[in-house]
């Protein structure tokens, strides 16, 4: 994850979800709790789950609940479909983009195209459950 912005105001929350074997309604109920919680939060980002998770903005708030693995020995594909976060804060206003990536057999990620409709449904699945 990255973070492009000429100012920050605002709490950036890393949560250790460990929320791989948890549906979306979980996670969301989680982003909602933490949002209601900490008014100024601007990032939510989750890890340890090893699986990309998508990410999303609920309330002026980027929610990603795990970006999967970046440099990892995982010999599963599903473990090897990863993702680079770019957020960019101009004033109140943040946009995100979540560029996949798959991790080669050097372990390294790269930048790939392959995965986008894998992003796109993990994105929509987020964007449902958001709102309900």
């Not at 929350?13 to 979980?26: G, H």
Request: proline share 3%; glycine share 4%.
């Amino acid at each position: 994850m990255y973070i492009i912005a000429d100012r920050i105001n605002g709490i950036f929350k890393d949560v250790n979800a460990a929320i791989e074997a948890k549906d979306v309604a979980t996670i969301q109920a989680l982003a909602k709790e933490l949002i209601a919680k900490h008014q100024k939060l601007s990032i939510i980002y989750g890890h340890h789950s090893h699986t990309l998770q998508g990410a999303h903005t609920y309330k002026n708030c980027v929610f990603a609940p795990s970006l999967g693995n970046f440099v990892f020995d995982d010999f599963l594909k599903k473990n090897r479909i990863s993702g680079m976060l770019q957020i960019k804060i101009s004033g109140s206003k943040m946009e995100h983009k979540l560029t996949p990536c798959f991790i080669n057999s050097n372990y390294q990620p790269e930048p790939t195209i392959a995965n986008d409709e894998y992003i796109h449904k993990l994105n929509e699945s987020l964007e449902t459950a958001f709102s309900n």
